[in-house]
T-cell receptor, first 115, second 108 residues
Framework: DAGVIQSPRHEVTEMGQEVTLRCKPISGHNSLFWYRQTMMRGLELLIYFNNNVPIDDSGMPEDRFSAKMPNASFSTLKIQPSEPRDSAVYFC?????????????FGEGSRLTVL | GQNIDQPTEMTATEGAIVQINCTYQTSGFNGLFWYQQHAGEAPTFLSYNVLDGLEEKGRFSSFLSRSKGYSYLLLKELQMKDSASYLCAPGNFNKFYFGSGTKLNVKP
């Protein structure tokens, strides 16, 4: 079975450029989460969607960040303009909220470096 | 808001038992996850506690006390491959917050 698929796996960009990260959740899962991980702040929840609808975006750091989920099989996280402090690993995770544990399945992550 | 506290790093010997503690204060609670994360990889699920008590799964067990805001992960018969970070994540239905994690070093 295919897990959560993220792209790109690595991205190096210059400050001020637009960055788009992509995620394909596990088929049949109805919740999708974007997390950001840094050494300093650990794994932070940015936003989550349920049935393609954004439920809570209180973790999105500022207006430069936006996320969309146009359908059940695709989500994007966009940073415009990017800044060096955005450098981190961005994880997408999905879950089936009717499952007993609501276990989160994580993608391999997108490692972003902003120069 | 949420406040999650775990030790930053621990070291243990192969074959031994280690307990990783987690204390938390969250706005709303309906369960607590433990995840394992090897360096450079994605977190993977270990356990989920909803009710007070101990959940055992092979070499790994997880305990929860809701009234105390406390959980621990117990790893038995440690193996070198258990060297990883262990993340505690209490949450309120669909919104789980991860602690900074405990880096476990297993030495021969």
């Amino acid at each position: 079975d295919a897990g959560v698929i993220q792209s790109p796996r690595h991205e190096v960009t210059e400050m001020g450029q637009e960055v788009t990260l992509r995620c394909k959740p596990i088929s049949g899962h109805n919740s999708l989460f974007w997390y950001r991980q840094t050494m300093m702040r650990g794994l932070e929840l940015l936003i989550y969607f349920n049935n393609n609808v954004p439920i809570d975006d209180s973790g999105m750091p500022e207006d430069r960040f936006s996320a969309k989920m146009p359908n059940a099989s695709f989500s994007t996280l966009k940073i415009q303009p990017s800044e060096p402090r955005d450098s981190a690993v961005y994880f997408c995770a999905s879950s089936l909220d009717r499952a007993r544990t609501g276990e989160l399945f994580f993608g391999e992550g997108s490692r972003l470096t902003v120069l | 808001g949420q406040n999650i506290d775990q030790p930053t790093e621990m070291t243990a010997t192969e074959g031994a038992i280690v307990q990783i503690n987690c204390t938390y204060q969250t706005s709303g609670f309906n369960g607590l996850f433990w995840y394992q994360q090897h360096a450079g990889e994605a977190p993977t699920f270990l356990s989920y506690n909803v009710l007070d008590g101990l959940e055992e799964k092979g070499r790994f067990s997880s305990f929860l006390s809701r009234s105390k805001g406390y959980s621990y992960l117990l790893l038995k018969e440690l193996q070198m491959k258990d060297s990883a970070s262990y993340l505690c994540a209490p949450g309120n239905f669909n919104k789980f917050y991860f602690g900074s994690g405990t880096k476990l070093n297993v030495k021969p």
